[in-house]
């Protein structure tokens, strides 16, 4: 089966071509820097740049892959949650490519397409062509894609080109991004996954392919609106989690001490908002912090650490509850080193599998609606109607 999937659910317009589990193409343009200027997406200009950009994405999509419209057995779209002008774009347009074609319709939970990124594995890198049994393949992270008729400056097109061609853009090869991905669903087991991003931050319980249970989640901001918000109030630029993961890796996180929301809490749910508080509070205390590199150096490696030590304690714990022998983890945050590196070592002490996202995975992609959408369609889930409308407020249960 051959299917397209789109994803316009926030500031990230994309399109991706999957076939049979693989992943033959995922293009990405990212608004981050259109928003930067705000300090946070402006749902307006969000929906203005994907009527922008949705058509040469899609165009981009199908050529890496190789695909003709009419090649397509069917077509899948976030339905929600996200904000509503940006979720109409790519929903419509995906029902009317479905329309068109006479093909079935996929409307997907962006958190649940989450929660199954995990099990999208690299294969095969750039640098090791023809292994794992499969042909040479060779990833670009384009700065900018050229000769599309309409596109936008800026677009940034992650490209898994699979076979023997040449390099169709100049580009940076995306480190561990770079090669053949493919939904590994044989090596599921049952997990407690931990899905946290800009947008959401919750533990789920997946029992199997398609059965999954919220065990908690937050009772106010996300885990990143959480990095965002603080890295605000020290005057870093939007988004401010990656920032704060590159300046946390030269700071000491036991220089300040900040609460750990919730961790003591027999619950699962988080909360974010009193951190960031304190965080607000301790800068109105220590005038002048800020002009000190090494001492911001410190402080973001004493928020993120608060933040990660929640994150990582409140997913073992569940996981043990659970009597789950396998953990998790995908969206934006699941991009920290931090996190990356201590659910690595806290799985390791309880003798727990992990299985982390790919980080070109763990944002927003059209990659991980299409592998669900595929998978529901094995599953005999029911298409999607044509007619369907976006759920912008479509909750995870
Ligand atoms: O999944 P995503 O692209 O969009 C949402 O659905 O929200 O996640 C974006 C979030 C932002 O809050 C961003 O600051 C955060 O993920 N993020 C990070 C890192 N990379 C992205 N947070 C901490 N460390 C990072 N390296
Ligand atoms: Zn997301």
New binding site residues.
Partial sequence: MILLALET????TSAAVVRDGRVLSSAVSSQIKLHAEYGGVVPELAAREHLRNLIPVVQTALRDAGVQPGQLDAVAATQGPGLPMALLVGFKAAQAVAFALRKPFVGIN?HEA?LYSPWIRLIATSHEPGSAGVSPARMELAGETPALPGAASGIQCVKIVSGNFPSPVAGVRGGNAGGIFFADFAAFQPNVSLVV????TMLVKVESELKHRVLGSTVDD????C??KT?KLMGLPY????E???LAEQGNPKAYDFPRPLLNDPGDDFSFSGLKTSVRYFLRDHPGILDDEQRVRDLCASI?AAIVEVLVKKTIRAAKRNQVHCVTAS???T???A?RRELGRACEREGLTLQLAEKSL???NAAMIAILAERKLFHKVPATDLDAEIQPGWVLT
């Fill in positions: 659910s926030c500031d990230e962006h989450h991003s800009g947008g959401h996300a885990a990143g609106e990095f965002d890295g988004p401010a989690g990656p704060i993961d590159r993120q969206g934006g945050v991009c920290n080193r996190l763990c944002t927003d």
